[in-house]
Nanobody, 129 residues
Framework: EVQLVESGGGLVQPGGSLRLSCATSGFIFSTYAMSWVRQAPGKGPEWVSS????????SYADSVKGRFTISRDNAKNTLYLQMNSLKSEDTAVYYCAAQWRTSGSAYFRSPQLSEYRAWGQGTQVTVSS
C-alpha cells in the first residue's frame, strides 16, 4: 500500500522555522520526483516546491523562494521541507505528493493533488504571534 505521512507542523511565530518531513512506503521512493503543495484557509491549493528523484534539481514557488528548501533522503524514503523566516501567509495545511513516474520533474508545478500519484493527509502549519 502506498503511504505518505507528513509530520513536523505546528504553531510558530513569524520569523521562526519549521522542518516538515514526509515518510513514505509502498513504492520505490528513489525513482519518483516529489512535491510539496499547501492549502491555506479559504483559498485554493498552491504548489510550493518540487525535487527530482535523485535530489539534484529543485524548484520553488516565488512566494517561498529563498526561504524554503526542499530535500530528500532516499536511503530513508523521506522527503523534507525546511521552512525559514516564516510569515503569516505561510499558514496552511502542507501536503507531500509523489509525481507520476512518466512525467516526474523538478519543475512540475501542479497545485492539484489529483494530478499526483499519491499524497498524504497533510500537516498543519500555523504562523502567528
Amino acid at each position: 500500500e502506498v503511504q505518505l505521512v507528513e509530520s513536523g507542523g505546528g504553531l510558530v511565530q513569524p520569523g521562526g522555522s519549521l522542518r516538515l518531513s514526509c515518510a513514505t512506503s509502498g513504492f520505490i521512493f528513489s525513482t519518483y520526483a516529489m512535491s510539496w503543495v499547501r492549502q491555506a484557509p479559504g483559498k485554493g491549493p498552491e504548489w510550493v516546491s518540487s525535487i527530482d528523484n535523485g535530489g539534484g534539481s529543485r524548484s520553488y514557488a516565488d512566494s517561498v523562494k529563498g526561504r524554503f528548501t526542499i530535500s530528500r533522503d532516499n536511503a530513508k524514503n523521506t522527503l523534507y521541507l525546511q521552512m525559514n523566516s516564516l510569515k503569516s501567509e505561510d499558514t496552511a495545511v502542507y501536503y507531500c505528493a509523489a509525481q507520476w513516474r512518466t512525467s516526474g520533474s523538478a519543475y512540475f508545478r501542479s497545485p492539484q493533488l489529483s494530478e499526483y500519484r499519491a499524497w498524504g493527509q497533510g500537516t498543519q502549519v500555523t504562523v502567528s504571534s
